[in-house]
Every structure is written in structure tokens, then in C-alpha cells.
């Protein structure tokens, strides 16, 4: 994708099959003013500047964790991509990224650790997704999953996003959730947390309008 520094240059989100219909053009255009306004990808020392993330509680925001986000931000003292990355107005990056079960330890220094902004997880589930709100609490089928808190992050800091092995495909239950274990695609369905078949609707508004690009058309098959 291509990385617009969150203080840096502004940018918009390509167009692309300016012949789609009406509806889907409308979609676009509502996605692109949406993400064109830039986020942070994560956390720093200026963070409670943030007001959205101030009235919710982890993981929509920090409240009551105040406290705790200042120790762990003493540590880091990083809180961008790295000086040579953030000395750059923009920047293209190329990502390879896969599924990775949650680690047990990070054999890595402080200064190699980011928090990610809880905004985008807030805008993930109660704007893009509508997922429950709940009063901002935790709870049943409003934690949007990894993978579309990434999309959502990535939208506001690329002008093109394409995604890879996307999609919960529920006509294969015995096919594996994750490459690198042996739960069943099944599985999800008994998740307490995400709402996935809420997820694929908005993922598909993405594709379909253009926002995104699904590279192994996984998110909707041969439908787009």
C-alpha cells in the first residue's frame, strides 16, 4: 500500500471503474471522505488530544487506563514507524502479512513496541461495521476482528489497500480457521465476540465499490 504519514501530506483513496453503478459510486465516495481524514496508526505521548478515544474504555479506547498507557509509553519511547520511514512526507510500503497466534513472550526491546490507536477498533465496529454499541462496553458480537481493524487502520493511512486470504468461507466447517492451528472453520461460529457475518457485509461493500482490492477473491468469490 501506499503510506500517507498521519502528520504529514493528505491524500485520497484511488478511483477506480468510474463505470460502476450509481450505487456503488455513492459508496465510494462515502468510504473515501470517511478514510481521508487521517489517524494515527498508533498511540503517543499526546494521545489524550484524542477525545474519541478518552470516553470509551479498552478496547474502544483508554479510558481508566490512563495510568497504565503513560508507564508503557515512558518505556517505548517510539512512537511512529521508525525515523527513517517517518522522516518521509509519503512512502510506499509492500506488506506480507499472515495470521500468527497470540505470542506467550516478545523477545523484542521496549523501544520496538507500538500501541495501537484503540480508534480504529471504535470506528470499526460502531461506524463501519454497526455493530452493537452497548454503551461502549465489551461485549457479545461487537469486537470487530484483527483483520478488518488492519483494513480499517490501513484505509486511513494508504491510498490503496489490497487484502489476501480474507473471508470465512461457512460452506467449508471442516476447513481450517487459521493456518497455523487446527481449529475449525466452525468455530467462529461459537465466537462470543465477533459478529461475522455482519464483518463479510461490510467487507463486501469495500470490494465491490473499489475501496479495496480482495487479491484471492476470498471475501466474495466470483460475485465482484
Given at each position: 500500500?501506499?503510506?500517507?504519514?498521519?502528520?504529514?501530506?493528505?491524500?485520497?483513496?484511488?478511483?477506480?471503474?468510474?463505470?460502476?453503478?450509481f450505487s456503488l459510486a455513492l459508496t465510494r465516495f462515502f468510504y473515501i471522505n470517511r478514510f481521508n481524514k487521517l489517524a494515527p496508526m498508533f498511540i503517543d505521548p499526546n494521545y489524550k488530544r484524542f477525545y474519541k478515544i478518552g470516553d470509551y474504555p479498552?478496547?474502544?479506547?483508554?479510558?481508566?487506563?490512563?495510568?497504565?498507557?503513560?508507564?508503557?509509553?515512558?518505556?517505548t519511547q517510539n512512537y511512529g514507524l521508525g525515523e527513517d520511514l517517518d522522516s518521509l512526507d509519503?512512502?510506499?510500503?509492500?506488506?506480507?502479512?499472515?495470521?500468527k497466534s497470540v505470542a506467550k513472550s516478545v523477545p523484542r526491546e521496549a523501544s520496538d513496541m507500538r500501541i495501537l490507536n484503540p480508534y480504529f477498533i471504535q470506528e470499526a465496529s460502531f461506524k463501519l461495521i454497526g455493530l452493537p454499541h452497548n454503551h461502549g462496553q465489551m461485549g457479545r458480537?461487537?469486537?470487530?476482528?484483527?483483520?478488518?481493524?488492519?483494513?480499517?487502520?490501513?484505509?486511513?493511512?494508504?491510498d490503496e489497500v489490497a487484502v489476501a486470504g480474507f473471508g470465512y468461507n461457512m460452506s467449508t466447517p471442516h476447513a481450517p480457521l487459521h493456518y497455523y492451528e487446527k481449529i475449525r472453520m466452525s468455530a467462529i461460529k461459537e465466537s462470543w465476540t465477533h459478529n461475522i457475518s455482519k464483518e463479510k457485509e461490510f467487507l463486501l461493500k469495500l470490494v465491490k465499490a473499489g475501496v479495496i482490492q480482495d487479491r484471492t477473491n476470498g471475501i466474495c468469490g466470483a460475485g465482484c
Open positions: 500500500c501506499i503510506y500517507t504519514h498521519p502528520y504529514g501530506c493528505t491524500t485520497d483513496i484511488a478511483l477506480k471503474n468510474t463505470s460502476s453503478s479498552p478496547p474502544f479506547g483508554v479510558r481508566s487506563q490512563e495510568n497504565l498507557i503513560d508507564i508503557l509509553l515512558s518505556a509519503c512512502k510506499t510500503l509492500s506488506t506480507d502479512g499472515f495470521w458480537g461487537n469486537i470487530p476482528t484483527l483483520g478488518t481493524v488492519a483494513i480499517t487502520m490501513a484505509l486511513h493511512n494508504c
